[in-house]
């Protein structure tokens, strides 16, 4: 079983629609990230967080620690955010490597 | 600059040739970390660099893979005897260092061994 594990793995919506990726993880975590992977393969880093919920725009972040769980939500999508979005943990035992989720694939159609 | 850069941002070279990439971190990034991402699959970890010394090189994945970083900013990670599946997005990212600061990537070299 993967440590970090991501649904859906691949998602099509229509544009407006609101977005839910989830992530699911089975270590002890210091932090977790939110990526986006647009084709071409530039990251962007999009939140980081260890407890509670960010927000940047129309996406929202959200992390439980008790349930080991996090969600990243996509307000309004647009067709421009059609990307891969990846969520990556940080150990607690280690200060500097990320284990990787598989990535969801996500497209919004006009 | 403003943000991580990388150099070449594509490069084709033939099989048992020598390449060598290069990541400019963000200005006063003590840490600096190396990925790899073959088509189709999740990133890899390659090494990390907590200012010039590299306490963890585990991801290298053979003795063909070098890197080094030089004062403690820019890094050159070098790929010896070059194999086609060695082909793969080689990512950078740097962070302020230490175990709760953000990574910030750069673009990538798109590395295509023929």
């Known amino acids: 079983k993967n440590e970090v594990e991501q649904s859906p793995q691949n998602l099509t919506a229509q544009e407006g629609e609101f977005i839910t990726i989830n992530c699911s993880y089975s270590v002890g975590i210091s932090a977790l990230h939110w990526l986006q992977q647009h084709p071409g393969g530039g990251i962007v880093s999009l939140f980081m967080?260890?407890?509670?919920?960010k927000k940047h725009g129309r996406l929202i972040a959200t992390i439980n620690i008790q349930e080991k769980h996090s969600s990243l939500h996509i307000t309004a999508s647009h067709p421009r955010d059609s990307a891969v979005y990846i969520c990556?943990?940080?150990?607690?035992?280690?200060?500097?490597?990320?284990?990787w989720g598989a990535g969801t694939k996500l497209i919004i159609k006009p | 600059g403003a943000g991580v850069s990388q150099s070449p941002s594509n490069k084709v070279t033939e099989k048992g040739k020598d390449v060598e990439l290069r990541c400019d971190p963000i200005s006063g990034h003590t840490a600096l970390y190396w990925y790899r991402q073959s088509l189709g699959q999740g990133l890899e970890f390659l090494i990390y660099?907590?200012?010039?010394?590299?306490?963890?090189k585990s991801g290298l994945p053979s003795d063909r893979f070098s890197a080094e970083r030089t004062g403690g900013s820019v890094s050159t990670l070098t790929i010896q005897r070059t194999q086609q599946e060695d082909s793969a997005v080689y990512l950078c990212a740097s962070s302020l260092g230490g175990r709760s600061y953000e990574q910030y990537f750069g673009p990538g070299t798109r590395l295509t061994v023929t």
């Open positions: 967080l260890s407890s509670g919920k």
């Open positions: 990556a943990v940080r150990s607690i035992d280690s200060n500097y490597q990320l284990i």
């Open positions: 660099f907590q200012g010039n010394s590299a306490p963890d």
